[in-house]
């Protein structure tokens, strides 16, 4: 219970009330420290300072308290503050609270209320929504009760200003006649984000009888000053003849944006709807063509009586299948809509393309005819080919559902070693085939492996869309290789005669015949005088020396140089011609060591003449020998050689 409101009062009293059990003095017992609450109840005392016990008449440890209050509040909002005396006395009577502010800030800044029989008191204070930008405000509300203040109460006015915007219906138009169309929206003071419903009113009747709507339905979304959508009236020009001007009205409302505090400035807006019927009512949709394959075109072409445009409707096609072209639109009298039949690759069926009016007054169909190939392919005839050295090689493509005449490209990945001498082209393709040639140069790597590069299809270019790849081998050809045959070649000719002269003559060719993928290095003898004797080599049968072979074609040049011999020798009596090299008879000398072009036949022989025609017997030999060596060069100037060889001519005469 409080403490007494007059006569003497202990320190004895002041820790009864207070629960104090230790000695105590009275600068313990401040308002707000330990001991004292800090409630209406006891304002008597001091927080500081002087102090003594008359400041403690009608204290209490319980007294009047907050029940329900606010440290902060928003703009724009209302808040009920709550106390009561828990002393336990009874309590009542009129209570006054203020504000130190002004009514800029709230609706009122000062107020009085009533205490009840429960020791209860409460009362509100409403903030402003101003559209001022001030920052936070702080204020103090105090509650005073028989001339004293018994509460008070620091808070903080939040600024949450709204700026203010005002929102307005819009039309496109003020009236128009049956059959036109216009649109409704709305529109902002300034940017803003957000929305305002909308219903639709007016004399007219909608649903299809006097208009049809279609857009926003119900409300209107704004992102910037303008809705960004709206709702369009579509008017029925129907073949009623009233004379009455119907209207369409749009009423907005509650708004709904962020940031801003909105108003509905204008609200409601109507269009007038003229009586334009002229009577019976006629529309025709008409096709210049009933049927048309992929490809192909038609238009459709719109007449009526009635003024005004009208919505139509394409079904059983989509856009792609007509180029593109959009599903819906409006005509009106004398309209002409074009369409292109698109020229799929998709296997879809024949196709119907029907125009309806949305009013369902008329439509017309046209068939499309499924005229679809399938795609084009590309392809090299095989997965590998093979080209040799200093040669070409065909590479052949295959196609489906290329035009004659179109142009295809080939190239290479890569070449790094230069073999093939054009590493691009193009080609030409007839009935869905065609071909084109690689090139391979002939190098001097004669023992290089097999190389192999990749060969890429192309379309629009040599560097456009690869469709197909293979494999190209380069088959390295190898170096010329020599053959080895007969390299002594010996002619031996006789000539036994009795009793008259005895004449032997032995003759040795060498013959070289060549070209650039051969030279053959040939011996061959012949008896012109006696016949051919026991030591003869070749029985008179021509042998090849030597044989080269040059696969690519690489042979350039050739010579033979002399390196010996002996002779010619005279081994018995009589009379001789001394063994010479005769050119005559298209030979010509071949051991002279010049480098002849390949291509050409050459040769040269040798004889020697034995002769006797003295003496009822004798006998005469003739020999001669010759070493010689064959040279060859290719076309990269390297020359192989020596090759050797050694001929031999011996005459005998016996009488």
């Known amino acids: 219970m409080a403490l007494q409101s007059s006569g003497a009062i202990s320190i004895q009293d002041l820790k009864t009330e207070f629960g104090d059990t230790g000695s105590s003095s009275l600068s313990e017992f401040y308002r707000g420290g330990g001991l004292v609450p800090n409630t209406g109840t006891n304002i008597g005392v001091p927080t500081s300072g002087e102090i003594q016990l008359s400041d403690f008449y009608g204290a209490a440890a319980t007294g009047w308290e907050w029940t329900q209050t606010y440290t902060s509040m928003n703009e724009g909002v209302t808040r009920t503050f709550q106390f009561e005396d828990t002393s336990g006395a009874t309590t009542s009577g009129t209570f006054n609270w203020s504000i130190n502010g002004t009514t800029s800030d709230f609706n009122a800044v000062s107020g009085s209320g009533t205490i009840n029989s429960s020791s209860q008191g409460s009362f509100s204070i409403t903030t402003k929504n101003d559209a001022i930008t001030e920052g936070t405000e702080n204020y103090t509300v105090s509650v005073t009760y028989s001339s004293s203040t018994i509460l008070t109460q620091a808070f903080s006015l939040l600024d949450t200003s709204l700026t203010p915007v005002t929102i307005n219906v819009a039309r496109s138009t003020t009236s128009v006649n049956e059959g036109s169309s216009f649109t409704f929206n709305a529109t902002a003071t300034a940017a803003i984000t957000g929305t305002v419903n909308f219903s639709l009113g007016g004399t007219a009747t909608g649903g299809g009888t006097d208009y049809s709507t279609s857009g926003a339905s119900g409300f209107f979304t704004f992102s910037n000053s303008t809705t960004s959508n709206s709702v369009t009236i579509s008017t029925i020009a129907d073949n009623t003849t009233d004379g009455t001007t119907e209207t369409v009205s749009c009423t907005i409302n509650s708004p709904s944006v962020s940031g801003f505090d909105p108003t509905i400035g204008t609200g409601t807006l109507s269009v007038e709807i003229n009586d334009t019927s002229t009577g019976t009512a006629t529309y025709s949709l008409t096709s210049n063509n009933s049927s048309v394959n992929e490809g192909g075109s038609f238009s459709i072409t719109f007449a009526t009586n009635q003024s005004g445009s009208f919505a139509y409707t394409i079904t059983g096609v989509s856009s792609s299948d007509i180029n593109g072209a959009s599903l819906t639109g409006s005509v009106s009298n004398g309209s002409v809509l074009n369409f292109s039949v698109t020229e799929d690759s998709t296997t879809e069926g024949t196709e119907t393309f029907t125009i309806s009016l949305d009013n369902g007054e008329a439509s017309e169909s046209v068939t499309i005819y499924d005229t679809s190939t399938a795609p084009a392919s590309y392809a090299f005839t095989s997965a590998s080919y093979n080209v040799t050295e200093g040669s070409s090689a065909s590479i052949g493509v295959t196609t489906t559902n290329v035009a004659n005449g179109t142009t295809l490209y080939w190239s290479l990945a890569s070449d790094p070693g230069n073999d093939i001498i054009t590493d691009s082209g193009s080609f030409t393709i007839s009935s869905n085939s065609g071909s084109f040639s690689v090139s391979a140069l002939f190098d001097s790597a004669y023992t290089e492996s097999t190389e192999t590069l990749t060969l890429q299809l192309r379309t629009g270019s040599t560097s456009g869309a690869i469709q197909d790849t293979a494999n190209l081998n380069i088959i390295n050809v190898g170096g010329p290789s020599v053959t080895t045959g007969t390299t002594t070649y010996r002619t031996y000719v006789q000539d036994i005669t009795s009793g008259g002269p005895a004449i032997a003559r032995a003759e040795t060719y060498i013959i070289v015949t060549s070209s650039s993928s051969g030279i053959t290095v040939t011996l061959d003898g ?125 005459a005998i005469a016996t009488r």
């Open 526 to 650: 012949e008896a012109p005088n006696g016949s051919f004797g026991s030591l003869q080599t070749n029985s008179g049968n021509p042998a090849s020396a030597y044989t080269v072979s040059a696969p690519g074609n690489n042979l350039s040049s050739y010579r033979i140089a002399a390196t010996g011999g002996s002779g010619p020798t005279d081994n018995g009596n009589g009379l001789f011609d001394n063994g010479v090299v005769n050119p005559a008879s298209g030979y010509s000398a071949l051991t002279d060591n010049t480098s002849y072009t390949v291509g050409t036949s050459r040769g040269t022989y040798m004889y020697t003449e034995a002769e006797i025609d003295i003496g009822p017997t004798a006998s005469a030999e003739i020999d001669w020998t010759i070493t010689a060596a064959f040279y060859f060069t290719d076309s990269f100037g390297t020359e192989s050689g020596p090759y050797n060889f050694t001929i031999r001519a011996t």
